[in-house]
T-cell receptor, first 116, second 110 residues
Framework: EAGVAQSPRYKIIEKRQSVAFWCNPI?????LYWYQQILGQGPKLLIQ????????DSQLPKDRFSAERLKGVDSTLKIQPAKLEDSAVYLC??????????????FGPGTRLLVL | RKEVEQDPGPFNVPEGATVAFNCTYS??????FFWYRQDCRKEPKLLMS???SGNEDGRFTAQLNRASQYISLLIRDSKLSDSATYLC???????????FGSGTKLNVKP
C-alpha cells in the first residue's frame, strides 16, 4: 500500500515570498492533517480535514497560511508571505476513520522549509 | 501551560536496560492517548495506543493514570534500534484535536 506522499521534499525561499506544499493521503483515508514541526519541538496541528471539510483550524495563522482539500483527496498548504519563523518541517498525515481519535495517523516524509 | 509536557532527555542507557518515560497532560477531558516514535529526520510513526487498562506490546508497556493525568512508556531490554525520540500524543475525542509533546530522546549505547 502506498503511503502518504508529499512534495516538494525541500524548499528554500526568501522572507515575504510565497510557497505551497502538496499532500496526497493514503487512498480511502477520510481525515487529513497538516502539522508544523519546528526543530526540537513536537508536531503542532495546523489544520484537520474530514473529507473536504475543515474540522479544526484553530492553530492555523490565517493571516498568512491557507489550506484546501478539493474533492476530499489531495491537499495543498500555502504560506503567503513567509516569515523567518516559518522555517520548519511541514508534515501531512492521514487516517482512515471519520471518528479519527482512535485511529492511527500515517505521516508523510514531510517538506523541509527554510526561509532566509 | 502546554497541553502535553515531556522530559526532553536525553536518556542515555546501555543495551539491555529498562527505561521509562512519563508524559503529563493538562486537559482532564482528554480521551485518547498514544506514543509515537520519531527517528532523526524522519516522520513520526505510531508505536502504540494507550488504553485505560494499560497495554503491552512485546518489550513495550504503556500505562494511563487519569487521576494524575499522565501516561507512561516502559521499554524493557533496550536495543540499539530503540534509539529515537518518543512523542506523547493526546487527543480530545469529540473535538478531534491532537496535541503532541516535544518528545523524549532516548540513546541506547552498546
Amino acid at each position: 500500500e502506498a503511503g502518504v506522499a508529499q512534495s516538494p521534499r525541500y524548499k528554500i525561499i526568501e522572507k515575504r515570498q510565497s510557497v505551497a506544499f502538496w499532500c496526497n493521503p493514503i487512498s480511502g483515508h477520510a481525515t487529513l492533517y497538516w502539522y508544523q514541526q519546528i526543530l526540537g519541538q513536537g508536531p503542532k496541528l495546523l489544520i484537520q480535514f474530514q473529507n473536504n471539510g475543515v474540522v479544526d483550524d484553530s492553530q492555523l495563522p490565517k493571516d498568512r497560511f491557507s489550506a484546501e482539500r478539493l474533492k476530499g483527496v489531495d491537499s495543498t498548504l500555502k504560506i503567503q508571505p513567509a516569515k523567518l519563523e516559518d522555517s520548519a518541517v511541514y508534515l501531512c498525515a492521514s487516517s482512515l476513520a471519520v471518528a479519527a481519535s482512535q485511529e492511527t495517523q500515517y505521516f508523510g516524509p514531510g517538506t523541509r522549509l527554510l526561509v532566509l | 501551560r502546554k497541553e502535553v509536557e515531556q522530559d526532553p532527555g536525553p536518556f542515555n542507557v546501555p543495551e539491555g536496560a529498562t527505561v521509562a518515560f512519563n508524559c503529563t497532560y493538562s486537559n482532564s477531558a482528554s480521551q485518547s492517548f498514544f506514543w509515537y516514535r520519531q527517528d532523526c529526520r524522519k516522520e513520526p510513526k505510531l508505536l502504540m495506543s494507550v488504553y485505560s487498562s494499560g497495554n503491552e506490546d512485546g518489550r513495550f508497556t504503556a500505562q494511563l493514570n487519569r487521576a494524575s493525568q499522565y501516561i507512561s512508556l516502559l521499554i524493557r531490554d533496550s536495543k540499539l534500534s530503540d534509539s529515537a525520540t518518543y512523542l506523547c500524543v493526546v487527543s480530545l475525542y469529540n473535538f478531534n484535536k491532537f496535541y503532541f509533546g516535544s518528545g523524549t530522546k532516548l540513546n541506547v549505547k552498546p
